[in-house]
């Protein structure tokens, strides 16, 4: 299986019920790993504090981070240079490249997996040489403000957030749905793929991934289903 590191989150942590009128105590980053197609099939994930001042195993709370509302709350997603203002601030010096922490990266977190509903390559959309479908889910509330904004970022016109993108080629199409008596949410994309070449999905999950994210929403995983 080949894997594939999508980039690294960074979470700045806050003491509970203090939200953000307080420094952080502490830092998490995370990252999906994602095979060949795409489909998530590990969580990593490391976290700091200034108390003991080194990394440790975080996979307790990454899990907890996605069912917990309560623990969702003490944690805001920042952006690497926002994170590395705050671990210099709480006195752990420069932050380190992505690599080294990686390297801290300890008890993955195995996401379920399952094949493809169409093994294979599945028909393609008029034009296209093939044609899958993927379901992102993240952990979290979204209120009207956030959906106005995703609406702004993606050129959204409409109820949903949503839009369409080409890429080379090929095209993509993609929509936010809430997911039903759940704190729950999903961007479902359909990649339309001029080649047999997938290279393009990656990116463009990534891309939607920090966009929702930066509205507080959690990513729990990467789904295929064709």
């Given amino acids: 299986m080949m894997l594939v590191m999508t980039g690294l989150d960074y979470y700045l942590v806050y003491p509970s ?3 953000r009128t307080r420094p952080p105590e502490g830092m998490l980053v995370e990252e999906l790993v994602l095979d060949g197609d795409w489909s998530a099939v590990r969580l990593e994930s490391a976290g700091w504090s200034p108390k003991d001042g080194r990394w440790w195993c975080s996979a307790a ?18 952006d690497r240079m926002v994170a590395s203002g705050a671990y210099e601030r709480l006195g752990g010096g420069s932050l380190p490249a992505e690599t080294t922490l990686r ?28 044609t899958r479908f993927y379901r992102a889910l993240f952990a979290g509330d979204l209120d009207d403000g956030g959906l106005a904004r995703l609406r702004d970022v993606w050129g959204t016109v409409g109820a949903l957030a949503g839009a369409r993108r080409r890429v080379g080629r090929d ?56």
């Fill in 61 to 78: 709370f990454s899990r907890g981070l996605r069912v917990d509302p309560h623990l969702r709350r003490r944690v805001v997603g920042v």
């Fill in 171 to 226: 095209a993509y199409d993609w929509e936010l749905r809430r997911l039903a008596a759940a704190s729950a949410w999903c961007v479902d994309l359909t990649a339309h793929l001029a080649t047999p070449r997938a290279d393009g999905i990656g990116p463009v999950l990534r891309d939607l991934s920090s966009a929702v994210r930066a509205l507080g929403l959690i990513p729990v995983t990467v789904e295929r289903f064709s």
């Fill in 103 to 130: 390297g801290f990266f300890s008890d993955g977190v195995p996401l379920p997996t399952a094949a493809p509903l169409r093994l294979g390559a599945a028909p393609g959309a008029a034009g296209f040489h093939e």
């Fill in 17 to 19: 019920g203090a939200a």
